[in-house]
């Protein structure tokens, strides 16, 4: 038996379900995808993170026997080649996203190719309702799981024993420079290891039900990119926590996000199209105004928390989950622009951009999804800063032009045009017309 060992978005040795099938002589590999790379600005954070990753996992995996022979070509290109030493199979971990189902589907005609599934917890095709349709509401989808996520522990994967390193050339690791790309710095948190996050998260978890809405504390577990690219599992993510000592409800509500997470994945398998189209097809009448479009990307419309958020974005690749929702809402909503308009600006720019949740995420703010947020439901951002930063402290932390200026005026609308002393952006549209124009506009949407 000879396979090759394709890690993807399963950057890691412990808990690899490839590694634990893998059997006979085998070619651990990484590919730069060009058909990726291609389309990122070469001052993508990302790269430089994933770079580290790779670098990493390398060293991993000499530690137990084996090496990584790193690649930077096309997929095709890359098994075309290897085509050669006469593999019996590929192992890798599988992704439902339209490239990735298209570029599966392309190598498997040159090596057969078997999917594993264990960057989730679930394989969304064993989850059905009684009358064998998916779930379309996340609340019957996660008691349904019940039994998984009230147990208190998931078995892991272990390295298979049936294993030795294929005779192979692994001397080639590019640069980040020959991929294309300049080295960028990291939020401080990505340079530690998902252990010790966890750690520094079974501090603060007894407070994440109460704290986690307030976008200016550091209340998360800071784990989503670990994820997104693997260098941790989301088993080992559940049973890490669940070891803790915590209250149990506490824990709780943390693994239910862990759930929403999977149940986005599960919403992208069956429903593929929903990666491009409003899943539940309505015809919105969206705004095509790309200054309106443009100014909401660059952090110019005049809400302070939709400028501090958007700016933030662009200069670090975070955003927090509240702020996702609030800016997420004032451009379909408020701006009455296409989702897929943010949610393709935000995939260039989240450093834990997941396509699942991504689309999920977009497609509940703007009520074209399933189990989405009521389209009269509009969030209106000037009461989320004062509700969840009260003292504009991450507001006036991005927006330096407003540091000595009072809370109370952040979170009042067209109070920081009006003061002569400041030259803030005009407010691109009024909350009220504009939650009234969408209100109209969705209704008669879902009336057609």
Known sequence: MRQVLWF?????????????????????????????????PKDDKRVTFIYKSVVDLKENLQKIGL??????????????KLKEYKFDEILASVDFDFYAKKRDEEIEKIIPLRRFLDSYLINPKDILKSDKTPYKVFTPFYNYLSPLHQSNHIKEFEVSKEIKKLDF??????????????????PDFLYKSADELIDIFSKK???YQKNRDFFYLDASSNLSVFLRFGLIS???????????????????????????????NYILYHFPKS????????????NENEEDFKKWCEGNTGVAIIDASMKYLNETGLMHNRLRMVTSSYLTK??????????????????????????????????????????????????QSKKFDSEALFIKSVLKELKDVEPKKIHTENALQEDIFLNYPRQIVGINYSRNRAIMEFKRANSE
């Open 169 to 186: 050339d692994y001397s080639f690791t590019p640069s980040l420079d020959e991929l294309g790309f300049e080295k960028q710095d990291l």
């Open 275 to 286: 990666q491009f189209e409003n899943l539940n097809g309505i015809n919105v009448n969206w």
């Open 234 to 264: 989301p088993k080992m993510v559940f049973n890490r926590v669940k070891e803790l000592i915590a209250s149990k409800k506490e824990i709780d509500f943390f693994i239910r996000e862990l759930i929403w997470r999977e149940f986005y």
């Open 334 to 383: 408020n701006l009455l622009i296409d989702w897929r308009k943010g949610e393709e600006y935000f995939a260039l720019k989240l450093l834990d951009y997941e396509a699942s949740s991504n689309i999920g995420s977009w497609q509940w703010a703007a009520s074209t999804g399933v189990d989405a947020v009521p389209y009269f439901r509009v969030f209106n951002p000037y009461l």
């Open 67 to 80: 090496d990584l022979a790193i690649f930077f070509d096309t997929p095709k290109n890359v098994f075309t």
């Open 205 to 207: 978890i007894s407070n």
């Open 8 to 40: 993807r978005r399963d950057l890691r040795v412990v808990d690899s379900e490839i590694l634990a099938n893998a059997k006979g002589e085998v070619l651990a590999i990484f590919i730069f995808d060009k058909n990726i790379l291609q389309n990122l």
